[in-house]
């Protein structure tokens, strides 16, 4: 099974790459089934299956952190796909979490980022960018030459590791290469693990406790004059 | 080195094919494309500055020296032999202009000079072209529309330098637009200029006529509109004294046919 993992901030287009994909995908033969991971809402899954009738399916992460939700569900999800008779399965995330990064060992790693959003957005995203594969470049039908060129040298100078392509996911112009990368990536395989190392956990809020101040926790917490220190109960 | 770009045809929004099999371009040639607003000049210039691959809407493909052209054009801006300056008239970079010039100068030029150098140069060709001139410390998205297209313009000039440069309508921008024709054209390259004018169409080898999304015609400039383009080239400096005039906060007065006269 060959997997994809996409994330990105909301709107830049991450849903518009993937349908391109599904499209070049079925046209060459390949089952792709889809999976959303959203906070609280997404239609992306009826959308697709909409427009092409292939399996979809969504879930929300609620109280989870939706990239940490991933790593909880992604086992299963890999077992839905293959029992819908799917070779490909391509998984979009919400993208909201910026300690953490979704991808995993196996399969490929897609950041989709917009050419028109500021400057320092590579900066911004952490992991997200510096863990993944390729780093998709949309809307550059909406900006010069020169700010796509700038954009990219911002983004090499984060993740001089991380390959970037450039489309135009209205048209889908420049999907073909990004369906190359799918093709070649390591097949999703038992035993897959997460990529990088997950922030530091774990303090009182994530378990619901909602007092203003560090004083008022304890595990991992922070001090608006010193770094993160451990305080115990 | 390039020699030449080949552009072969596609089809049109309605799906029928284009008026020209395909259409070689050469070193040194001056070309226009003209049509209606709407039948795919900026897509025709998007085309070329993709190096389409027959997966555009328009299903066009683009060769350099009559081959697919090479990944590393894709892959490295330094590597890039187009220049695109597009219809946009505003930048979404938030930064100051020195350090968006300086980041793209790093990645694009080939030269050995020094940044520096390449910086003022790039901004002395730019305040030849716009009115109030642009300093480095202004923010990219601080800069007017005129202000914006002369920059675009300087840094594909100066920064990029390469042997292909593609404009979308140049005159629609309230830059000193035949300054700009002159500094240009004192460059030996491939020019593709999208435009509504005259003056401009004229002084091009040929034009392509674009209609419904494809290539329709291709007209070359004969030996009567040669002619012509002298003619033409006087009404639109005088309508250029007239326009300065207006700029600059005068009256317009005497006689119109003196300010023909007179230039
Ligand atoms: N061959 C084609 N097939 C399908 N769609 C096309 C084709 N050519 C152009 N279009 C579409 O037509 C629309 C207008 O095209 P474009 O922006 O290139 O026009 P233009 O001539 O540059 O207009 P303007 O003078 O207003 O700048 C765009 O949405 C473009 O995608
Ligand atoms: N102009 C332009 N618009 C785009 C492009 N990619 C996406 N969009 C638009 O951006 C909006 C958000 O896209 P979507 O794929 O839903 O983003 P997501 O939230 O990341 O999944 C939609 O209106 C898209 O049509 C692009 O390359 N160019
Ligand atoms: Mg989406
Ligand atoms: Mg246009
Ligand atoms: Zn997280």
Known sequence: ????????????????????????????????????????????????????????????????????????????????????????????????????????TGGLGMVVLEATSGMNLPLKVGPMLSLADVAVVTKIDR??????????????????????????????????????????????????????????????????????????????????????????? | MIETITIVSGHGKDGTPEAVDQLELRMGDVVSIVGPTGSGKTTLINDIELFADGTTPTGRRVLINGAAPPDEYRENPANHPIALITQHTTFLSDLPVGEFLATHARIRSKTERDVEALLEETLEFANQLTGEPIQTEMRMTELSGGQTRALLIADATIICDTPIVLLDEVENAGIHRTRALELLRRRRKIFIFVTHDPRIALLSDYRIVMRGGKIADVLYTDAAERAYAHEVSKLDDALCILRDKIRHGERLTGHLLEVFACN
């Open chain 1, 1 to 104: 099974m060959q997997l994809a993992i996409c994330a990105g901030p909301a709107t830049t287009g991450k849903t518009s790459v993937l349908r391109h994909m599904i499209k070049k995908l079925l046209a060459q033969g390949y089952r792709p089934a889809f999976l959303k991971i959203d906070v609280q809402y997404a239609e992306e899954d009826i959308q697709l299956f909409k427009e092409f009738g292939i399996p979809t399916r969504k879930v929300y992460s609620g109280e989870l952190c939706p990239d940490h939700c991933n790593v909880m569900v992604l086992g299963d999800a890999l077992e839905w796909a293959r029992e819908c008779g799917c070779d490909v399965l391509l998984v979009e995330t919400a993208g909201l979490c910026l300690r953490c990064s979704p991808y995993v």
């Open chain 1, 143 to 233: 900006v010069s030459q020169a700010e796509r060129e700038v954009f990219r040298a911002r983004i090499q100078d984060v993740a001089p590791s991380v390959r970037i392509r450039e489309v135009n996911a209205l048209y889908g112009i420049g999907i073909d290469p990004l369906v190359r990368l799918l093709e070649e990536a390591p097949a999703a395989h038992a035993g897959m693990e997460l990529r990088g190392n997950p922030p530091v956990g774990t303090c009182t809020i994530c378990v619901g406790k909602k007092n203003i101040g560090w004083r008022e926790h304890f595990g991992v917490v922070r001090s608006l004059e010193t770094d993160i220190f451990y305080q115990g109960e």
